[in-house]
């Protein structure tokens, strides 16, 4: 990655293997980054940036405008989401192994031993978030490869600043952000669809966005639901 500067305001460089310049601006702090063609030089690129310069200064606008999120304990009584429902986090304290489970208020408890860290708690509800997601994206996977007839080789979820999932075409492998557990669960089928669809096209173009509405008409409802829905903790 490398950095050039828009004025005063930095802007992040990353060569791929992509036919266009991809610009983005993303949350919280309006940190802009550009997706570029091996071959785009520095001028191009910075070209392009000065060109949209009202848009960006824009973006960055509004998030500048929105308060910081409350700080995030992982204590008792704080809220956090599920498939996009708040529950009510329950921390127990004993003697044994992290573990997690949700039961019914809605909420979520958490056993952890005596004097845990705040970086412990968030594990275990991480690892609790990556288990469900690993038993709820297999079968979408699945349906959605025969109607689309493509194949994955390899699917994996991680943690993700500024994507929902990313596709390697080559690789035919996809990855899923651990985010995704805590957004309505129509999102997380639209993630599936979005990124098997990119082994049919790569980009985002018109063919893309028509395989899109044949395979899920609905996907630009769940696009906005997915990034309009508020995680709260």
Not at 2 to 17: F, S
Not at 59 to 76: G, H, L, S, T, W
Not at 204 to 214: C, E, I
Request: proline letters at 7%; glycine letters at 6%.
């Amino acid at each position: 990655m490398r950095v050039i500067m828009l004025g005063d305001i930095p802007v992040e460089v990353t060569r791929k293997k992509m036919k266009t310049l991809r610009l983005g601006v993303y949350p919280p702090d309006g940190r802009v980054r550009i997706s570029a063609p091996l071959k785009a030089n520095d001028e191009t690129v910075l070209r392009m940036a000065t060109e949209r310069l009202a848009w960006i200064e824009r973006q960055r606008e509004k998030f500048a405008a929105v308060p910081p999120p409350a700080p995030v304990d992982f204590v008792d009584g704080e809220v956090h989401a599920f498939l996009g429902k708040p529950c009510r986090l329950l921390v127990r304290e004993r003697n044994s192994a992290a573990r997690v489970d949700a039961c019914g208020e809605p909420a979520i408890a958490i056993t952890v031993r005596p004097g845990s860290t705040r970086e412990q708690r968030e594990a275990a509800l991480l690892d609790w978030y990556r288990d469900r997601l690993s038993e709820l994206i297999p079968p979408l996977i699945d349906r959605w490869r025969s109607v689309m007839n493509v194949s994955v080789a390899e699917w994996r979820i991680r943690r993700m600043k500024t994507r929902w999932g990313s596709c390697n075409i080559a690789a035919r492998r996809v990855w899923f952000s651990l985010e995704l557990a805590r957004k309505p669960a129509p999102c997380l089928e639209y993630i599936v669809v979005h990124e098997l669809t990119h082994l049919l096209e790569r980009g985002h173009g018109a063919r893309f966005k028509a395989l899109m509405d044949g395979f899920l008409p609905d996907w630009r409802e769940r696009r906005k639901l997915l990034n309009a829905a508020v995680n709260v903790g």
